[in-house]
């Protein structure tokens, strides 16, 4: 399983776009990109899924470069409500025997 | 949105008692999932199932057990709930691409 190492912690404001990378550099051909976020006493809340280049959707871009080693999750103008923690998985979304690890993800804390 | 339900959402019980905590999908999807969280903590894969009869250990060493009889259901009992197994216990499940999340069962042992 590849292993992913994200910052522990950000911060930002209101209104600003925040960018949280993940380092990938074992990620196998195979391998699919995946952000989750999760709010404090929930289970954890799919956003975006990847494979290269870029991926974007009505919450969130997914920029991934042509090594693939490394991967930035976008969240653009963020809210208050977007404080929660996120986290950057990586694995073969097709192979019935692996299992997905989440590690300690990327605490972001909007401030107002 | 995923049809994952888990229950009960809170439950208090005390040190020895037998538990079984409940999952149920009904999204037809073969690959579920527990883990269990402490607060503010990474979540640990505690047993996973890919389909009927399929059961395997997680990562985490846990003294719970599961089964997986049906496909939509993926219970897991605690033969002898200790103050230890105090956590929050979230299923998940899966087709082919992303795990959906149930709402999680908070468990206190007192």
């Known amino acids: 399983l590849a292993k992913t190492t994200q910052p522990i912690s950000m911060d930002s404001y209101e209104g600003q776009e925040v960018n949280i990378t993940c380092s990938h550099n074992?990620?196998?051909?195979?391998?699919?990109i995946t952000w989750y976020q999760q709010f404090p006493s929930q289970g954890p809340r799919f956003i975006i899924q990847?494979?290269?280049t870029k991926v974007t959707n009505e919450v969130a871009s997914l920029f991934i470069p042509a090594d693939r080693k490394s991967s930035t999750l976008s969240l653009p103008r963020v809210s208050l409500s977007d404080t929660a923690v996120y986290y950057c998985?990586?694995?073969?979304?097709?192979?019935?025997?692996?299992?997905?690890?989440f590690g300690p993800g990327t605490r972001l804390s909007v401030l107002p | 949105e995923a049809d994952i339900y888990q229950t009960p959402r809170y439950l208090v019980i005390g040190t020895g008692k037998k538990i079984t905590l409940e999952c149920s999908q009904t999204m037809g999807h073969d690959k579920m999932y527990w883990y269990q969280q402490d607060p503010g903590m990474e979540l640990h894969l505690i047993h996973y199932?890919?389909?009927?009869?399929?059961?395997e250990k997680g990562d985490l060493s846990s003294e719970s057990t599961v089964s997986r009889i049906r496909t939509e259901h993926f219970p897991l009992t605690l033969e002898s709930a200790r103050p230890s197994h105090t956590s929050q216990y979230l299923c998940a499940s899966s087709g082919s691409g992303e795990q959906y999340f149930g709402p999680g069962t908070r468990l206190t042992v007192t």
């Open positions: 998985l990586v694995g073969d979304i097709s192979h019935y025997g692996q299992n997905f690890v």
């Open positions: 199932s890919y389909g009927v009869n399929s059961t």
């Open positions: 990847g494979y290269k």
């Open positions: 074992n990620i196998a051909t195979n391998d699919y």
